[in-house]
């Protein structure tokens, strides 16, 4: 069984710029979570995507934006990249949308130079 | 708003030292309650949940936590920890009803285990 996988590991980017990262959910999983973990903070959720639709959203701007393809891998894209958004991204999958143990992948660390 | 608390921000142990990290919780309603770890260099793993019933919840590792409703709180304990067990830990609460069932969690705590 295959975990859940995200890319690219590490990423240098400038204000102003857009990123996008990538994630594949575990085998089976339909549900994909997207958290930001700011240096020495827990995880923020971000958004939640199930059956290729925003299912849930926290407290982040719209720059913040995603997609969920049919194979249930999903993106995180962020336009205007600020000093802030300097975090460590995690991505999160779920066997279903109404279950609650998500699995994590071992994140994207962005650095917003 | 609702949020979670986890009132030690680093713990430093002697390996056979008893383990207990507090988490509170702000919300007067059912919740689901989970810890997390994450060890060095490795992703976020689930240690235990609690959805309902005993409220002494048993995980991986050794690791238990108790759920005390009239508190809020649902500390996670281990009676003799490790050196392998250095690694942050993490408190979180899913609201039934929350958009995308989304994890609330708590600042964590940095666990470091002498040998």
């Known amino acids: 069984e295959t975990g859940v996988t995200q890319s690219p590991t590490h990423l240098i980017k400038t204000r102003g710029q857009q990123v996008t990262l990538r994630c594949s959910s575990q085998?089976?999983?339909?549900?994909v979570s997207w958290y930001q973990q700011a240096l020495g903070q827990g995880p923020q959720f971000i958004f939640q995507?199930?059956?290729?639709?925003?299912?849930g959203r926290g407290n982040f701007p719209p720059r913040f934006s995603g997609l969920q393809f049919p194979n249930y891998s999903s993106e995180l894209n962020v336009n205007a990249l600020e000093l802030d958004d300097s975090a460590l991204y995690l991505c999160?999958?779920?066997?279903?949308?109404?279950?609650?143990?998500?699995?994590f992948g071992p994140g994207t660390r962005l650095t917003v130079t | 708003a609702q949020s979670v608390s986890q009132h030690n921000h680093h713990v430093i142990l002697s390996e056979a030292a008893s383990l207990e990290l507090g988490c509170n919780y702000s919300?007067?309603?059912?919740?689901?309650l989970f810890w997390y770890v994450q060890y060095p260099g490795q992703h976020l793993q689930l240690l235990l949940k609690?959805?309902?019933?005993?409220?002494l919840v048993k995980g991986i590792k050794g690791f238990e936590a108790e759920f005390i409703k009239s508190k809020f709180s649902f500390n996670l304990r281990k009676p003799s920890v490790q050196w392998s067990d250095t690694a942050e830990y993490f408190c979180?609460?899913?609201?039934?009803?929350?958009?995308?069932?989304?994890?609330?969690f708590g600042g964590g705590t940095r666990l470091m285990v002498k040998p």
């Open positions: 999160a999958s779920s066997l279903r949308q109404g279950a609650y143990e998500q699995y």
């Open positions: 085998s089976g999983h339909n549900t």
């Open positions: 995507y199930y059956r290729e639709e925003e299912n």
């Open positions: 919300y007067g309603g059912t919740v689901n």
């Open positions: 609690y959805f309902s019933g005993d409220p």
């Open positions: 979180a609460v899913i609201l039934p009803g929350n958009a995308g069932n989304m994890l609330t």
